[in-house]
């Protein structure tokens, strides 16, 4: 069969390569440690497996409204007014299977051909895959360890223009664990509102914040109407394989969202939904319980990394990845990689697999078990003692 030319244009995520390669290995009897793929290793609290049952037991079986139940967009939308300090009215939510697809859907509704997005790199694949796919033409902005992987605002003041139709900003930030302060996500949002343009701000690493108060975007002024806030259950509930996500965001664009999901999805499983009720409605304890125990593991991995031949790891402020600096060891990022998964039976990323201006840098994720992680660091020293040689 012959593909569509559009599909040569869209790309992949680095982590469920490696991560299909490293099981490879598993089934021939090699022990690897998996720090490639971004999701905790707490199961998903009990009261809320407790509430997916109820709803399979009650027959919540059946196809529901696109844009997502009323009570969950209610809970959704309570949520996000108190979590950011911003009004929110539940026909600005709309629910999705995951919150990749709120990012699929929005650049899909906002960006047309030659339409330019502004994004970090490094960042997440996906961003750069789905404008490249809706024949946009991404504009990457760089991430730079000396400014403690904040937005180069220069930069973004120099590339932003008539052309640009979306600024993408993540913070906490997947790969490099930055964290964008108020006063740069201000410089942003003043840019935003000069030129007009929307934000996607992904925020689905909120909780994951190991130093001050979490800033959102969509809280400055005259930016309620320019932002679609991305948020889900993966990350914060160890839910990311019910696949449970939601966008909040102008009402047209909500309806624009809506629509695609009509045209794909059709709706979220129901049954998925009523558990999202009960993680927004019930016990917060189990997210805090897990984020303090990521600080420890973040502050063992930083450690321990430091430690190795040829790295040096800058301490990350949020989400569960460590994005150590390989540069002294003077190999190209993928090739270390490589090594670490066939060598030292270590799975994780080359920095590269997240724009130009990753390379130089691995990414691991440290959601993984404090005994995993010191193997890890164990299995990776012999193996970086070579390379560097
Ligand atoms: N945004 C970022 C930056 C991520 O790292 C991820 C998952 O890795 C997502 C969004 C998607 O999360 P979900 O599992 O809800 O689709």
Request: proline content about 17%.
């Given at each position: 069969m012959e593909l569509a030319d559009r599909m040569a244009r869209l790309g992949t995520e680095s982590a469920f390569e490696v991560l299909a390669q490293a099981l490879e290995l598993e089934r021939r009897g090699r022990e690897i440690v998996h720090l490639e793929i971004g999701e905790p290793d707490f199961e998903t609290p009990e009261h809320i497996k407790a509430a997916a049952k109820r709803a399979l037991d009650e027959g919540q079986t059946h196809y529901g409204p696109p844009a997502g139940l009323p009570e969950l967009r209610e809970a959704i939308a309570e949520h996000v007014a108190g979590t950011r300090g911003i009004p929110v009215a539940p026909d600005e939510v709309v629910v999705t299977p995951g919150a990749k697809p709120i990012m699929f859907f929005a650049i899909l509704a906002l960006v047309g051909r030659g339409d330019e997005v502004i994004l970090p790199d490094p960042g997440f694949p996906i961003y750069e895959s789905v404008v490249n796919f809706a024949g946009g033409v991404p504009i990457p902005i760089p991430l730079l360890e000396e400014r403690g992987f904040g937005f180069d605002l220069e930069e973004l003041e120099r590339r932003v223009s008539r052309k640009t139709k979306l600024i993408i900003v993540n913070s906490p930030h997947n790969p490099t664990g930055g964290v964008l302060d108020p006063d740069d996500l201000g410089r942003i949002a003043e840019t935003a509102r000069h030129y007009r343009v929307p934000v996607l701000s992904d925020e689905i690493y909120r909780d994951f914040l190991y130093e001050g108060a979490f800033a959102s975007?969509?809280?400055?002024?005259?930016m309620s109407e320019l932002t679609i806030l991305l948020d889900g259950f993966s990350k914060s509930y160890a839910m990311t394989g019910w696949r449970l996500g939601y966008g909040v965001m102008p009402r047209a664009l909500a309806e624009a969202v809506t629509r695609l999901m009509v045209n794909s999805a059709s709706c979220t499983a129901t049954f998925v939904q009523r558990a999202g009720i009960a993680a927004l409605r019930g016990d917060q304890a189990p997210v805090r319980g897990m984020v303090e125990e990521f600080r420890r593991r973040r502050d063992l991995i930083v450690e321990g990394l430091g430690k190795l031949p040829g790295v040096s790891c800058p301490r990350p402020r949020g989400a569960f990845y460590a994005f150590p600096n390989v540069t002294a060891l003077r190999h190209p990022s993928r090739e270390i990689a490589r090594h670490l998964l066939n060598e030292a039976g270590v799975a994780l990323l080359w920095g590269s697999a997240f724009g130009r201006y990753g390379e130089g840098y691995l990414r691991l994720s440290y959601a993984s078990s404090e005994v995993n992680l010191r193997r890890a660091l164990a299995q990776m020293a012999p193996v970086l003692a070579r390379v560097a040689r």
């Open positions: 975007i969509a809280a400055f002024p005259g």
